[in-house]
């Protein structure tokens, strides 16, 4: 990949939430380079560099990938804090009902997240996607209704 490749796949990754600038991956690249991570393809096309990992940098990349998934796996225990939102409204006693399903529900998300980039596969992405704007759509008009009944 190029480096303007590369800063196009970090801005899709991140639903366009960050697109580094040149002044962050290119000194990035050349120090991958120069630590032997990476090395320049031969052919340039244009004046374009296309850079790929080495064999140490495909050992580095194993590694940090490891790294990652026992990260993603021990994100579960902050699974009730990101949710303590719900935990603080004006009758926390009741809502015991959904603080093991709400548990449940970010682990589940995690857990389909490393499985999927484990397997992919376009018939499951679709799946979900659709089981998604389904369990959005009833949350949407829950919403709707509470909103109505506080107004009406």
Known sequence: MSGSEIM???EKQTD???RPGPGSIYPLLAWL???RYTKIVPG???GI????LTEKGEKIFEEQSKFKEELQRKI???APPLLSGFWFISHPEKLDKI???ARRFVKSLLDFRIALEENFSDQVLEEVAEL???TTEKIEELTKKLKKQNNG
Request: hydrophobic residues 25%; charged residues 50%.
């Open 33 to 35: 380079q120069d630590e």
């Open 44 to 46: 340039e096309e244009g």
């Open 49 to 52: 560099k296309r850079y790929m």
């Open 99 to 101: 603080r093991e399903p």
């Open 76 to 78: 579960e225990f902050f």
């Open 16 to 18: 366009g939430r960050w």
């Open 8 to 10: 196009e796949e970090i």
């Open 132 to 134: 998604f704007d389904g």
